[in-house]
């Protein structure tokens, strides 16, 4: 799986520019809603960077990965925001679990980014 530096960079980037959209514990929170603004976590981002369609409220988020568009659970090639990100920032499921965790701080994404990125430009391309 070749990662996506560019889009793994862009993410990164907006999250550090505009760290008042960015909540590393909600895919998204408080979509559309008036009074505040949108937030994403780093997988949310990378999703919408990618061409996904936002939600238009928060709470489960699926995306049909053929065409980016919102989708339903279980619908066909409906998968969750995580896995739609994780295919097209082409992170293996540790990378993602660790660089989508929760509790991740921005610094620490950025030392993830960093790592991926480094690792992405060696020989062996591992974590």
Not at 75 to 88: M, R, S, T
């Amino acid at each position: 799986m070749t990662i996506d530096t560019a889009l793994l960079e862009a993410t990164m980037l907006l999250i550090e520019e505009h760290p008042e959209q960015h909540d590393q514990a909600h895919w998204v929170w408080n979509a559309q809603a008036a009074e505040c603004e949108t937030t994403y976590c780093f997988a949310g981002h990378a999703a919408l960077l990618a061409g996904a369609e936002p939600p238009a409220r928060s709470g489960s988020w699926f995306v049909d990965e053929r065409t980016g568009r919102l989708a339903v659970f279980g619908a066909p090639h409906a998968k969750p925001v995580a896995d739609f990100a994780q295919g097209k920032l082409g992170l293996t499921e540790g990378q993602a679990d660790k660089l989508f965790h929760g509790a991740n701080t921005i610094p620490q994404l950025r030392a993830l980014v960093d790592q991926y990125v480094a690792a992405a430009g060696s020989p062996e391309g591992e974590n």
